[in-house]
C-alpha cells in the first residue's frame, strides 16, 4: 500500500464548476500538507502550504486537513480552463518525523470545459 | 528574483553511460532536494543537500549521487544508467527545512 493515495483521474469539469481534489494517507507522522500543480511536461508549482489540521484559504483554492481521517482535500472554485492541470499532494513529517522530504500522490488529472 | 533553474532542459544517452545534471536554487535558498517523476507518477524522493552534505536520502541506489556547492548550486550524477532511469529529474529548493520550490526539470531519455 502507498503511503499516500489519490485518484489519477481524468477528472473533466464544466467552466465555472467547484473542483474538489482529495487524498488519503497512511503515515501518521505526517504534519505539513502542500497541493502542487504542474502543467504538462513542466515542473510542479506550489500552490498552498498547510501545517496540521484546519483550513487554509488562497483566492479561488482552498485547502483542508483532516489528521484525524488522514484526508486532504483542495477545492477550486469558479474553474478556469486554465485550470487543466494536474494536481499533485504532497507531505512530509518535519524535523522531529525524519525529515522533510516530501511524497507525493500519482497526482490527479484536471481538465476544465467551456 | 529569478527562480529554480535547471540545465539541460533535454538529454539522451544510451544504456551504460553516465549523466550530471545542475540546478541552481532560488536566491536565498540554501537546501537543495532532487527528485525523479516517471511519466504519469508522483515525484519521488532521491536526497536531500544543505551545508554541502547529503541530509537525507530515498530509496534509490548507489548509482545515483550527488553534491552540493558553496554557493548552494546542486549536480545529480547518475551511473550506469538503465531504460528504467528515463524520466523528469526536478530540482527543488528551500530556506532550511521550510516549503520546497521546484524548477522546470530535465527530460532524461535513456535509450
Known amino acids: 500500500q502507498k503511503e499516500v493515495e489519490q485518484d489519477p483521474g481524468p477528472l473533466s469539469v464544466p467552466e465555472g464548476a467547484i473542483v474538489s481534489l482529495n487524498c488519503t494517507y497512511s503515515?501518521?507522522?505526517?504534519?505539513?500538507f502542500m497541493w502542487y500543480r504542474q502543467y504538462s511536461r513542466k515542473g510542479p508549482e506550489l500552490l498552498m502550504y498547510?501545517?496540521?489540521?484546519g483550513n487554509k484559504e488562497d483566492g479561488r483554492f482552498t485547502a483542508q486537513v483532516d489528521k484525524s481521517s488522514k484526508y486532504i482535500s483542495l477545492f477550486i472554485r469558479d474553474s478556469q480552463p486554465s485550470d487543466s492541470a494536474t494536481y499533485l499532494c504532497?507531505?512530509?513529517?518535519?524535523?522531529?518525523?525524519?525529515?522533510?522530504?516530501?511524497?507525493f500522490g500519482t497526482g490527479t488529472q484536471l481538465k476544465v470545459e467551456l | 528574483d529569478a527562480g529554480v533553474t535547471q540545465s539541460p532542459t533535454h538529454l539522451i544517452k544510451t544504456r551504460g553511460q553516465q549523466v550530471t545534471l545542475r540546478c541552481s536554487p532560488k536566491?536565498?535558498?540554501?537546501?537543495v532536494s532532487w527528485y525523479q517523476q516517471a511519466l504519469g507518477q508522483g515525484p519521488q524522493f532521491i536526497f536531500q543537500?544543505?551545508?554541502?552534505?547529503?541530509?537525507q536520502r530515498g530509496n534509490f541506489p548507489d548509482r545515483f549521487s550527488g553534491h552540493q556547492f558553496p554557493n548552494y548550486s546542486s549536480e545529480l550524477n547518475v551511473n550506469a544508467l538503465l531504460l528504467g532511469d528515463s524520466a523528469l529529474y526536478l530540482c527543488?529548493?528551500?530556506?532550511?527545512?521550510?516549503?520546497?520550490?521546484f524548477g522546470p526539470g530535465t527530460r532524461l531519455t535513456v535509450l
Open positions: 527543488a529548493s528551500s530556506l532550511g527545512r521550510r516549503e520546497q520550490f
Open positions: 503515515n501518521s507522522a505526517f504534519q505539513y
Open positions: 498547510t501545517y496540521s489540521s
Open positions: 504532497a507531505m512530509s513529517a518535519g524535523v522531529t518525523g525524519g525529515g522533510n522530504k516530501l511524497t
Open positions: 536566491s536565498g535558498h540554501d537546501t
Open positions: 543537500y544543505y551545508e554541502e552534505e547529503e541530509r
